[in-house]
């Protein structure tokens, strides 16, 4: 090719091409190689190959910046347009942004959300060697997987498998304990019994005291840093005594941080588990005994806790194997991962705030679904308005844009709008966010702005939404002929409809399954609330007893409450509906002992069931309030006569497993509710056992209920010589157990209004549209005489049609998802048609409100008016 | 009028002064040899394409030649907006420059 000139050093000249221009390399080049070739000549190649590569690093980054600079022209250029269409339709852009931005909210506080959710317990530095021990219980077909387990198998585990690096036994307090220092009294929610090893097992730091044996001794307690000071304000906590339910000192040994909102142990104050044994020393070797602690077990390595797992059959053989031989009972161990335990552990006897897999996963697909019909929405409407861009489109490919430019282009514009959005979606966000908090009920914040993490994933997020939502716009739009467009003839295209059809029935699809959803879950709701319980859950009062005393004396305690006027009824027991039950083996009459069955027992007084207004079914109630004396009678539910399999109950025996005493059943009551609506009514075994009780049941009548409640007080700290008065009504105490529930409820309705919303903004614009594109045509109907409401008939009549297809097709898909929901409720109302019937005449309703607005005012325009338009 | 970085004028002026026969490779030698100093391509296409962004310079594509690997020429003229760019350069300049000589300036002692 050369005739007699050298050729360029390939490696300079190919990163000198690199950095030329595109447009002028071939000029560029040849100026280049002319030099190059002149330098040769004159001064030898050396000089040339020198001078080369001087230009490598003194022209290309001229070049290359210079290219840089041209470009962010470009971008200049994009902006405007951008900007420009935008402020030519202020009020399409500002749905547009109005709906993205409201998507993008919901997103991200859902995202958060599940983000806290996902993270609880992982602040433990061993978070993910940490097992929690828990049982499973069968005896004679009466299946349990409960949370807690025996006492030994924690120490037994660390002392004799070198797996197992070290184990924690923790026993929350049932009900309130009394703690008290000086004058300083409070009744404390969260108390538990711990071992020393928590220290080693969870990362809960101390702050001072003892930081190696705080719990080592009995009678030593370990507080929270807030917990400390407010018992002792700023004077050191260290050494100080405690004093408990007016019966023992606990020595305060150290103080630790605050537990973390997101653990699921949460306490305030620790006492050392040797306390325990102190009374009950025979419970420290006792493999079947009392299932009441929750065993964590730190493993040197997490993946050898399957190793561990098949350790448990051969301990449970070596020291239960007999006892569970001759009750035919079975016990199994099994490991549970700390950081699962939140959202996927649900077993007996959970304890702290559980999060639900289910509800996290339902919320992921209203995130996903909310910010796709936003997005749909912006996909919409720059279809829609293709039509005014198709000259744009047209012209800048006259002169010379190609297909990647103009792609290149809308992607950038939708970017714009995302990004614009996210700033709004940020503020929503912000604003939003105790109100959120309260429908979650979650302490935890958001936070969104004090994370650094964020900020490049907030980028990224918009950047996905911009081309989520521009890709159809850039790809549909550039694809236009320009000649056509600039001759005119491009109509709004048929394709460019039909997709906007689709998206507008998925929205529709997402909407109404949502509004379905809603309605079932409101529906429940109100079922649990006004489900007859078998008892009169209203305007019963329940007083918590702190000191045995009250109880020794409750036929009077009970006679003197009941001369307040205003007190209906009183009874004393040891469980009220929504506490459950303790639950034993028992073994009726005639059983073999291998046959023995599981009942939940509760132990109460002659007027129980007359304050509660339960009813017999069967026999007698309990005659007489004295111990002495009365023949050791009992009452069983129907569900229990019926598991039992006796006809006529009365007059038969039954004794617990673990007791010697036997009980001549005198009554059968019918099933009332023990727990939440969740659970099926279980059988029951009511007894008499006046040691056993620890609470007052008081009926009110509806009247004066302030002044009633004002010398119920007075005539309590009678007797209640710690001084506490503590009470809540039983309706609460019910109704507390479905707050999970309504705040589902809560929520999902929140974020159906939402969706909604956001799809009628986009209809809306759809809607405006389709009546501008039609303006001429509406005009020359009605000069020739179409009435008014036809022609609204005639422009909403594209969306009814619509609304309608995503009807049918949303039905099967609620009611398939909703059938599954209400699967977890033992007992439920059924599906129905009111739903779905309900959910598709609002959609319609939404949508003919936000169409029918615009074609209405389109209807009725003049047509003159209507013609002279361009 | 923008005003023009020392380098654009300059170039300006040389594409003047090399009339028809102006490309890269000239304009780069004759600022050579003028300034005598050296021009890097880079240095010199920049402000080029910047003159020609600004309307004061057109393009001309010219032939091949074997000298440049058979690359195109491309050649640059003035613009009737570059010549009065240049005439307004040149009439502040002469009005800034009267009276100047290194011997009628005397610089204060004790400064």
């Known amino acids: 090719m050369s005739e007699n000139h050298p050729k360029l050093p390939r490696f300079a000249a190919f990163l000198l091409k690199k950095s030329l221009p595109k447009e002028e390399i071939l000029y560029l080049y040849g100026d280049i190689k002319e030099i190059y070739f002149d330098l040769a000549a004159s001064k030898g190649r050396l000089a040339a190959r020198l001078w080369l590569w001087s230009q490598v690093f003194l022209s290309s980054p001229r070049f290359i910046r210079y290219s840089l600079s041209r470009r962010t022209n470009m971008i200049k250029n994009y902006l405007q347009a951008a900007l420009r269409s935008m402020k030519k339709q202020k009020g399409i852009t500002f749905i547009n942004l109005a709906g993205l931005a409201l998507g993008m909210a919901c997103c991200l506080l859902i995202l958060s959300y599940i983000r806290s959710e996902k993270s609880f317990d992982t602040f433990h530095k061993n978070a993910d060697r940490i097992f929690r021990v828990s049982t499973v219980l069968e005896v004679r077909g009466d299946f349990a997987r409960i949370a807690v387990s025996n006492h030994p198998i924690g120490p037994t585990l660390m002392r004799d498998y070198p797996e197992v690096e070290s184990a924690v036994r923790i026993r929350p307090l049932e009900g309130r304990t009394l703690v008290a220092f000086d004058e300083k009294q409070f009744l404390e929610n969260e108390v538990m019994l711990a071992d020393n090893t928590l220290f080693d097992v969870f990362t809960f730091p101390i702050l001072s005291g003892d930081r190696h044996t705080p719990l080592a001794k009995p009678h030593t307690a370990v507080l929270t840093r807030s917990t400390a000071e407010k018992y002792f304000g700023n004077e050191d906590p260290i050494g100080r005594t405690l004093h408990v339910n007016d019966e023992s000192d606990f020595m305060v040994t150290a103080v630790i941080e605050d537990i973390p909102a997101l653990s699921h142990i949460q306490f305030d104050i620790a006492f050392s588990f040797e306390t325990f044994y102190l009374d009950r020393p025979e419970q420290r070797d006792r493999w079947l005994g009392d299932i009441n602690n929750y065993t964590y077990i730190l493993l040197r390595n997490a993946s050898e806790a399957g190793k561990v797992e098949a350790l448990f059959p051969g301990l449970i053989e070596k020291h239960m194997g007999r006892v569970l031989k001759a009750v035919n009972a079975e016990c199994e161990f099994f490991l549970q991962p700390l950081t699962r335990i939140h959202l996927h552990s649900n077993i007996q006897g959970e304890i702290g705030r559980r999060g639900n897999i289910a509800v996290i996963s339902i919320f992921a697909a209203v995130a996903a679904f909310i910010l796709l019909i936003a997005c749909f929405n912006f996909m919409n409407l720059a279809t829609a308005r293709s039509t005014q861009r198709a000259r744009e489109v047209g012209l800048r490919k006259v002169l010379g844009s190609d297909r990647r430019q103009l792609i290149a282009q809308f992607l950038f514009e939708s970017t714009i709008m995302s990004f614009t959005a996210l700033l709004a979606a940020l503020l929503f966000v912000k604003a939003a966010e105790p109100l959120f908090r309260s429908l979650t009920g979650t302490a935890i914040s958001v936070g969104l702005f004090d994370l650094i993490w964020l900020v490049p994933a907030l980028i990224g997020f918009a950047f996905l939404v911009g081309i989520l939502a521009g890709a159809y716009p850039a790809f549909y739009l550039s694809k236009f002929r320009p000649v056509y467009t600039l001759k005119g003839y491009l109509k709004s295209g048929k394709g460019g409809s039909r997709f906007r059809s689709l998206l507008v029935v998925t929205q529709f699809i997402v909407s109404i399954i949502l509004i379905i959803g809603t309605i079932v879950v409101q529906r429940q709701l109100q079922y649990m609330k006004n489900k007859h319980l078998g008892f009169n859950k209203e305007q019963v009062l329940v007083l918590q007893v702190r000191n045995d005393s009250v109880i020794e004396f409750f036929p009077s305690v009970k006679a003197d409450l009941r001369q307040i006027p205003g007190v209906l009824q009183v009874s004393a027991c040891s469980h009220i509906p929504s506490h459950g039950a303790r639950h034993n083996a028992f073994l009726p009459e005639g059983f073999h002992l291998k046959e023995s069955l599981m009942l939940g027992a509760i132990s109460v007084d002659k007027d129980f069931f007359d304050t509660l207004g339960i009813e017999l079914a069967a026999g007698n109630s309990f005659d007489r309030d004295l111990a002495q004396g009365l023949p050791r009678a009992a009452l069983i539910n129907e569900k229990a006569a019926q598991r039992i399999g006796w006809e006529n109950p009365v007059g038969k025996n039954i004794r617990e497993l673990s007791g010697a005493v036997k009980k001549t059943i005198i009554g059968v009551v019918k099933d009332f509710h023990t727990t939440s609506l969740h659970q099926v009514i279980e059988p029951l075994f009511i007894e008499f056992e006046p040691s056993l009780f620890h609470l007052f049941v008081v009926r009110l009548h509806s009247e004066n209920i302030p002044q009633t409640m004002a010398s119920i007080e007075k005539t309590w700290k009678k007797w209640e010589t710690s001084g506490a008065f503590e009470y809540y009504f039983l309706d609460q105490a019910f109704d507390n157990q479905y707050r999970s529930e309504e705040r589902l409820g809560t929520l999902f309705s929140s974020f159906t209004l939402l969706a909604v919303f956001i799809a009628c903004l986009g209809l809306f614009g759809l809607a405006a549209h389709a009546v501008e594109q039609r303006t001429k045509e509406i005009g020359i109907r009605k000069s020739l005489g179409a009435t008014m409401g036809k022609v609204s008939v005639l422009l909403t009549k594209d969306f009814i049609r619509w609304v309608l297809i995503a009807t049918v097709i949303a039905w099967p898909i609620a009611y398939f998802a909703m059938n599954k929901w209400l699967q977890s409720f033992a007992y439920r109302v059924d599906l129905g048609v009111f739903p779905f019937m309900l959910g598709a005449a609002a959609a319609l309703a939404a949508a003919l409100l936000t169409v029918g607005f615009k074609s209405l005012k389109a209807a009725r325009t003049n047509p003159a008016d209507a013609l002279r338009y361009e | ?111």
């Open chain 2, 1 to 111: 009028m923008k005003y023009l970085t020392r380098q654009e004028e300059l170039i300006l002026l040389t594409v003047f002064q090399l009339k028809n026969n102006a490309y890269l490779v000239t304009i780069r030698n004759h600022l050579k040899q003028n300034t005598k100093k050296s021009w890097s391509v880079g240095a010199v296409y920049v402000p080029l394409d910047r003159l020609k962004q600004r309307g004061y310079l057109k393009t001309r594509i010219g032939e091949p030649a074997a000298k440049r690997g058979r690359n195109a020429v491309k050649y640059y003229h003035l613009t009737q907006d570059g010549i009065k760019a240049l005439a307004e350069i040149k009439k502040v300049n002469d009005l800034l420059w009267a009276g100047f000589s290194t011997e009628s300036i005397s610089t204060p002692k004790n400064v």
